[in-house]
């Protein structure tokens, strides 16, 4: 147990990134989400186009492949961010694909009564679907939305792959230098299920405030 | 798209023309990114066709696709031991005897909240300390399957428990053992009903071979790079390679789709058939 304690602060350090980088990026991924289920539900039909063809392919493109083209590919075309944001940016629009199914289905769960009612009292549909449709789609979404929550802690792992020295990269030096995996890497483990616990009590609580009985 | 009439009715004159003119403003903000894009790729000399080149002769492409086999066979033998895997456990959650139950249910909850990254350092790194070193397919082989069988597990518990309590109990007044009656009555009406949960779960599996790109088992994104660090074409490369996965995983998920659509609007034959049958007969 005593390599955990003597290497707390690499530990520490790693859980904070991985804290940062899920609440970043899920952030991220709400405000792309929301964004391009709007533009999927709207009259446009270029916008709806355009907002199938980013949610297939940010699904049908592994998260890996994006983060090593972003990594290492951006550069080559003179984009220079800092890895940190990059990383965020990256799992940001990917997770933003899922949300935007999550919170499509969310809408499409709204009884077509309020659609009709907004749009009787003048409503435009961008009125419409930011004070009626939304707010009550969102609501009805809030598992899916903490299991993406999930989803998305799980994934800032693979950021490790490309450099970020999160709480799974963290983990692998503490090892490399200490060689005691069985420790080191239970550790990781355990935290990664506070974290997810942390995320599922959070839903839980949202939930039961926020959940409309229909 | 009767889902997205929701919010709009038929556009009248004054909605055509506003929704002209977001069309017009759409198609310029795409172009001007495409532009963008462009521009920073010319800008860098990436535009230039012998960079482009070596991506329209064999001896490349032929690597690649050797490294998509390997991605496939991976994927392959990883979605059969997961599957197998995720139907034991599927099957322990649900049994009456606690002793399976728990470690199955302790199993599933846990591998659900540990990345699958952290599960391949620990086959690269700590097992063989303990003396176990796998081959290269099997390091990617083995965490992949031990986290894809959680989610096949809850997918398979799910189907099963949508699968009427009368089916089992009829079994059980046949005579057949518990076992039996879920091998051969309940099992095959689950499996039918998430077949599609089970492609795009398997989708998801082949995205996550891409791992070996960290196992360094060359798979398709790891030969990518490979390939990119010989050819020192690194984007041309990765972009050809995102290409590839995006043909493969946007033809399984239309294959889920189809499968989802021809589920809901055609009841399974089973029920088709007892409908008439159980039709009173004069």
Redesign the interface.
């Given at each position: 147990m005593n390599v955990i304690t003597d290497h707390l602060p690499e530990f520490g350090s790693g859980l904070l990134l991985t804290v940062e980088l899920t609440l970043l990026s899920l952030a991220g991924a709400l405000v792309a989400g929301i964004v391009v289920a709007a533009m999927?539900?709207?009259?446009?039909?270029?916008?709806?186009a355009?907002g199938m063809a980013y949610v297939?392919?940010l699904?049908?493109?592994?998260?890996?492949?994006?983060l090593?083209?972003a990594v290492?590919?951006l550069p080559?075309?003179?984009?220079k961010a800092g890895l940190f944001t990059t990383a965020v940016v990256v799992i940001s629009l990917y997770q933003g694909a899922y949300t935007a199914e999550a919170v499509r289905s969310g809408?499409?769960a709204?009884p077509?009564g309020q659609?009709e009612a907004a749009?009787a009292l003048g409503l435009t549909?961008t009125q419409?679907?930011r004070l009626v449709?939304l707010p009550q789609a969102l609501r009805t979404v809030v598992q899916p939305l903490g299991n993406i929550a999930?989803m998305t802690?799980?994934?800032?792992?693979?950021a490790?792959?490309v450099g970020v020295v999160e709480l799974?990269a963290a983990?692998?030096r503490v090892?490399?230098a200490e060689?005691q995996?069985?420790w080191i890497?239970v550790a990781?483990?355990l935290a990664?299920?506070a974290l997810?616990?942390v995320v599922g009590l959070a839903t839980g609580t949202l939930e039961r405030k926020l959940a409309i009985l229909r | 798209m009767s889902?997205?009439?929701?919010?709009?009715?038929e556009?009248g004159p004054r909605?055509r023309r506003r929704?002209r003119i977001?069309?017009v403003l759409?198609?310029v903000a795409?172009l001007a990114l495409v532009g963008l894009?462009l521009r920073?790729?010319a800008?860098?000399g990436?535009l230039a066709a012998e960079r482009w080149r070596p991506y329209g002769t064999w001896p490349m492409w032929r690597y690649l696709l050797e490294g998509l086999r390997s991605t496939l066979a991976a994927a392959a033998v990883s979605i059969a031991i997961s599957a197998a895997a995720g139907v034991a456990l599927a099957l322990g959650r649900l049994s009456p005897s606690r002793w399976l139950r728990l470690p199955c249910a302790a199993y599933v909850e846990?591998v659900?909240?540990?990345?699958?990254?952290?599960l391949v350092?620990?086959v690269l790194?700590?097992l063989p300390?303990y003396g176990l070193d796998l081959p290269l397919f099997w390091k990617l082989v083995v965490p992949l399957s031990v986290s894809n069988a959680a989610a096949f597990a809850e997918i398979f518990r799910a189907g099963i428990r949508s699968v009427e309590r009368g089916q089992l109990e009829a079994g059980l007044a046949l005579g057949l053992t518990r076992g039996r009656a879920m091998r051969l009555v309940v099992l095959p009406q689950a499996a039918r009903r998430v077949l599609p949960s089970l492609v795009s779960q398997s989708?998801g599996l082949l995205?996550?071979t891409?791992?070996g790109?960290?196992v360094s088992f060359a798979e398709l994104?790891y030969s990518g790079?490979v390939l990119a660090n010989y050819n020192h074409l690194?984007?041309q490369t990765?972009?050809v390679?995102?290409l590839v996965?995006?043909v493969i995983?946007?033809t399984l998920?239309k294959v889920a789709r189809t499968l989802e659509a021809r589920q809901r609007t055609r009841p399974s034959r089973a029920v088709a058939d007892a409908v008439p049958a159980a039709q009173p007969t004069t």
């Open positions: 999927r539900v709207s009259p446009v039909g270029v916008l709806r355009a297939e392919t699904q049908n493109i592994p998260l890996l492949v994006w090593v083209l290492f590919g080559e075309i003179g984009v809408i499409n709204v077509a659609g749009r549909f419409s679907l449709i999930i802690l799980m994934n800032t792992a693979l490790a792959a799974t983990a692998n090892n490399l060689a995996p069985i890497f990781a483990g990664y299920m997810s616990g | 889902a997205s009439r929701l919010l709009f009715d556009p909605a929704i977001a069309t759409a198609v795409a894009a920073q790729f800008d860098n990436q846990i659900r909240t540990v990345p699958a990254l952290l350092y620990i790194f700590a300390r989708a995205k996550d891409s791992l790109y960290v994104l790079k690194l984007i990765y972009l390679v995102a996965y995006l995983n946007a998920s």
